[in-house]
């Protein structure tokens, strides 16, 4: 039924990537942490995703423009729409790349006719647009046609690699064929407003071989960034709405790529844009591409990239805002830009084989990805603030409704991110009991991992060859970590934070190599230019970022102060969110009865309240017991002592 080397990013023939996946459908992860969400919570998000297209009307949109049902769909409400089934499609992929599961795969047999029953003659499919020629490519500005069919052709790609699925594949071709065949130098030379075809594009090269479609995503990015979706003037409706989303800045149509140093505009937009770029560097290997790559990166992850991983800060636009704009309360920090930002890191790992990149996958992954959706499955949060006063809760679905099937993508094809090869050897790029297996230089490898990461920070790495070969193992020393330290054959190493450590040898029958990142309880402080956060403190144990939550403690987050030296304790709770690590504290209250009546008052009046000892929880377990006060950053401790002792004197 299968067909091997299931790649979500297939860069085994790549000229310029240092890094190759080890296949997901190579990977298992067995238990622990990740084995929940891989093996369990993946399906429930499948099949009550699944329910939720037929209830919002998006299967119905092939339908009705096929003629296959007769009652027209209403409660779809965007021209977009089509690209939520097209990422549920390649969830689908992905789940059945490691599973028997015959519901999913009948599920998703019935849907692949839907969409395919709904394509045009000559490969045009956008059931907006269906059956009116003369609305083609007329509005690429807002109406999201190049990027529905990028993501139909990642759908059709995943389900082609791992059941060998023909029909919806051939309807993706069709669909690209069309596409290069209109946008070239001699066609429409134009972008689309939400950037998503640029690496679709790459990857069906990667799967056909066909250089057309390479060339097509080539055109895409060397024609974007001189404002060419600006709507004419007197089309009054889409220019006004182009000027209040930020014009060109908005849709990355501002700058040429290969200029840029500056992460603007929609954040899922910008980010969809660099997978595309880097994807195209790792096919040509154009020096300028990757450096307006490491150009972005460094602005993102040290001026506007949330302590979470989160990116974009603005409700008006989706959008990134200035350096350093990170409010909490207000932050917008979509779900899917998160995604974007790992699917982003792991191309630019694949590129450089560089662990800073692992580093940003892994922030981003524990904290704001898995806080967009529940522990269940079944609800989804859209925004992922950092501080909330209540109120705010996830959702079955939404009216745009791009999040939910973007988890259940990321979810399905999360073993294909743990594990890398290079010509040298196998990288350890993300830690959990897994068991993978590779081939190097004509011999099979083995790798087992038995940890119970990221609760706990010792790793044990079994590798096992059918004969004796020499070759490296690489070995993750994460970002976060102070002290790593690596043991093998009674050798001890202390690797550099943020550096992949080589092991090299003649690996013979059966190593094992015993890795221990201690994970210590941290208190952070922010940039001081990121004003929300002036005397402030988030508090971090390994690759967690924690929150403290009004359902766990008899306080108000919004009034603890905590201090460097709390007296952290770390306990693991089975019973609480179906297993997490929590840190309890002691602190300090301030006291809200010295600000009753007044909104002002002098910094030397302030009086700390009484001592309490509050308990935080991961970050990305918050809102999973119903309506809560939340918070990541509190103030911090010295800074109102300080003032009290002011007082004093």
Not at 240 to 248: E, F, H, Q, S, V
Request: hydrophobic letters at 40%; charged letters at 25%; glycine letters at 8%.
């Amino acid at each position: 039924m299968f067909v091997m080397a299931v790649n979500v990013v297939d860069v085994s023939r790549s000229p310029y990537a240092s890094l190759r996946p080890v296949p997901l459908d190579s990977v298992e992860v067995v238990s622990g942490f990740w084995g929940r969400w891989v093996n369990e919570v993946a399906r429930v998000a499948i099949l009550h995703q699944y329910r939720m297209l037929e209830e919002s009307d998006r299967l119905n949109r092939f339908r009705w423009v096929s003629g296959r049902t007769s009652v027209r769909p209403v409660n779809s409400l965007f021209a977009f729409d089509d690209s939520d089934v097209y990422k549920w499609v390649e969830a689908c992929g992905f789940y059945l790349a490691k599973r028997e599961d015959e519901e999913v795969k009948g599920l998703v047999e019935e849907v692949i006719d839907d969409i395919v029953a709904a394509q045009e003659d000559d490969g045009y499919l956008f059931t907006e647009h269906h059956g009116a020629p003369e609305r083609r490519w007329k509005n690429l500005t807002f109406d999201h046609e190049l990027y529905c069919a990028g993501h139909l052709i990642q759908g059709a790609i995943a389900l082609h690699r791992s059941i060998g699925e023909e029909k919806l594949y051939g309807a993706a071709v069709k669909l690209a064929d069309l596409i290069a065949r209109t946008f070239n130098p001699d066609g429409i030379r134009g972008v689309c407003g939400h950037p998503e075809i640029e690496m679709a594009l790459v990857e069906l090269y990667r799967e056909t071989g066909e250089r057309r479609y390479l060339e097509t995503a080539e055109f895409f990015i060397n024609e974007r960034g001189v404002d060419s979706l600006r709507p004419p003037a007197e089309d009054k409706l889409n220019s006004t709405l182009y000027r209040i989303l930020g014009g060109a800045e908005y849709f990355i149509d501002h700058e040429p790529i290969r200029e840029m140093s500056e992460i603007v505009g929609h954040a899922v937009r910008a980010l969809y844009l660099n997978c595309g770029v880097t994807d195209l560097y790792m096919e040509t290997g154009e020096k300028a591409l990757l450096d307006a790559m490491e150009r972005l990166w460094h602005n993102f992850v040290e001026k506007k990239m949330y302590i979470t991983g989160a990116a974009g800060s603005r409700y008006v636009s989706e959008a990134f805002g200035e350096d350093y704009e990170l409010p909490n309360e207000r932050a917008y920090a979509e779900t899917c830009a998160s995604i974007a930002s790992f699917m982003w890191n792991w191309r630019m790992l694949l590129a450089t084989g560089e662990a800073r990149f692992a580093d940003v996958m892994e922030l981003t992954l524990l904290n704001s990805i898995l806080s967009g959706v529940s522990l269940d499955g079944t609800l989804y949060f859209y925004m992922n603030p950092l501080a909330s006063n209540g109120g705010y809760g996830r959702s079955p679905w939404f009216p745009c409704a791009c999040c939910p099937p973007n988890i259940a993508r990321l979810l399905a094809s999360l073993p294909g991110y743990f594990y890398s090869t290079s010509k040298n050897g196998i990288w350890i790029n993300l830690y959990g009991s897994s068991k993978a297996t590779a081939r190097l230089d004509g011999v099979d490898v083995a790798v087992v991992q038995e940890t119970d990461y990221p609760w706990r920070g010792e790793v044990k790495l079994t590798v096992e060859v059918e004969e004796p070969a020499a070759f490296s193992i690489y070995l993750r020393a994460p970002g976060w970590c102070d002290d790593p330290r690596v043991r093998l054959d009674g050798r001890a190493y202390s690797p550099r934070p943020s550096t992949y450590l080589e092991l090299h040898k003649r690996w013979s029958s059966r190593s094992v190599v015993k890795a221990s990142f201690p994970m210590r309880v941290k208190t952070i402080a922010s940039h001081p230019h990121v004003r929300n956060n002036i005397s402030q403190a988030a508090i971090t144990r390994g690759p967690m970022v924690y929150c403290l939550e009004d359902v766990d403690n008899k306080v108000d987050p919004r009034l603890v102060a905590v201090e460097r030296r709390g007296g952290f304790r770390e306990r693991f709770r089975k019973e609480l969110l179906g297993g997490v690590m929590t840190v309890s504290f002691s602190a300090a209250t301030i006291n809200p009865r010295e600000w009753e009546g007044r909104l002002y008052g002098s910094l030397e009046s302030m009086r700390l309240g009484r001592r309490v000892r509050v308990e935080a929880i991961p970050y990305h377990a918050w809102a999973n017991r119903g309506d809560s006060v939340m918070s990541v950053w509190l103030p911090f401790i010295d800074y109102w002592r300080e003032a009290s002792q002011r007082r004093r004197r």
